[in-house]
Structure formats: structure tokens, C-alpha cells
């Protein structure tokens, strides 16, 4: 499952589920994370299969641990605007806030 949002150059957001990698173990399917214990080369098959899926270069995959936090705050505003109009909720709504 892959939820794609639309936030404007530069941002590019893309949410996965856990399923269509090739991890093993603890790290089971589609594990992204490079920093961890997993194969390296199973993480970067997993991230070529997610880029592969949303229509986006390798190189240009970045987690939210990869930016610096002004950009990853700015990264998450958009967002909450982007995923509240796209459930017809008020951006400004205290609950859409909070989330």
C-alpha cells in the first residue's frame, strides 16, 4: 500500500506498508532502513522497489532521518494540509493539528 502526496517542488512524499521487500527476519518484507542490522543490499533492493512503484530515481529516495529538522517540520506542515484537504478536513482544525 502506498499513499503518494502532492506538496509541491521540492517535496515528494511517499508513505509504504511493510510488504513487497525481500528482508528477512526481524526485519521482514520491506525494510528501508540502511542503519539497521539488515543486509544492506536487501535494504537497497527495497528502496529500488518502493522508487520503482511511486516512478521515482534511486538516488533520489531520502528518509525524514536523512534532513535537517527546519526542513522535516516545513516537510510536515505541507503534508497535514495536503492529506486534510485530501479528507475534506480544515487544516486549521485542532485535531488535524494534533495529528
Known sequence: MIFKAQLGDPYRVAFSSRLGGVSEGPYESLNLGILTDDEPERVVENRRRLCATIEEELGAF??????????????????????????????????????
Open 62 to 99: 531520502r528518509q525524514l532521518a536523512d534532513l535537517p529538522s527546519t526542513e522535516i517540520e516545513a516537510i510536515a506542515a505541507r503534508l497535514t494540509r495536503a492529506i486534510a484537504a485530501q479528507l475534506g478536513l480544515d487544516a486549521g482544525d485542532a485535531a488535524v493539528r494534533a495529528a
